[in-house]
């Protein structure tokens, strides 16, 4: 059985769409503790620091009937937009999001999205969790962008979407008209690569 580790509705969208049985409770973890300089390591790091701090507290949630025997896995998601070197996560305020949508308009820049898995088998008797395995991955996409007219970026931010994703554009959202195409995985776009899930989850 699958826990999300994660409050991402875009995720939970992913894994919907998929069929895949699953729960979705939100990691508590806190991310600014986490001073990983690389870009691809942090977002690596971050997806196993939520995956794990909820693994550590899992005999405290009450789980449904179905979880509470056998092999039980825990999904951890961190996505990070490197433009030109630099990281850029949810834009903190609309003004900050127009100055980075007009420096990536026309341009391109990396989606690297860390994924986590924790593999063990859970005994609700015991309240014990054993971990048997856990794998670790970045998956990377190149994003290409439109040229955007001024209007057209502050008509977007003024939508307030951007202020929530990571990069500050969202693929599955109003920001999907501006994206003009995309290298690798479509989905790690959106914050969890399906490939790589199917291929660790059911191995």
């Known amino acids: 059985m699958l826990i999300l580790a994660s409050a991402s509705k875009s995720r939970k969208k992913l894994l919907e769409n998929c069929q895949i049985e699953f729960i979705q409770i939100s990691s508590d973890f ?3 503790t986490i001073q990983e300089k690389n870009i691809f390591n942090l977002a690596l790091e971050l997806s196993f620091q939520k995956a794990n701090s909820l693994s550590e507290k899992i005999q405290t949630i009450s789980l449904p ?3 509470n025997f056998g092999s039980l896995e825990i999904l951890g ?3 990070i937009f490197e433009f030109k070197g630099e990281a850029y996560g949810k834009p903190s305020n609309k003004e900050e999001a ?3 949508w007009k420096k990536m308009s026309g341009e391109f820049g990396f989606l690297h999205t860390g994924h986590t898995l924790i593999v063990g088998s859970f ?4 309240k014990n969790f054993k971990i048997t395995e856990i794998i670790k991955e970045t998956v990377s996409s190149k994003v290409y962008f439109s040229k955007l007219e001024d209007w ?3 008509s977007y ?3 307030n979407e951007p202020l929530y994703c990571a990069g500050g554009f969202a693929l599955e959202g109003i920001g999907g008209k501006y994206i003009e195409k995309i ?3 479509f989905s790690n776009v959106m914050g969890l690569s399906l490939p790589w899930l199917r291929e660790n989850l059911y191995r």
């Open 77 to 79: 998601c961190d996505s």
């Open 183 to 185: 290298e690798g995985c």
């Open 65 to 67: 009937v179905e979880f």
């Open 30 to 32: 806190d991310e600014t």
């Open 98 to 100: 127009i100055i980075r």
């Open 123 to 126: 005994d609700s008797t015991s």
């Open 157 to 159: 931010v003024d939508t």
């Open 152 to 154: 057209e970026i502050k």
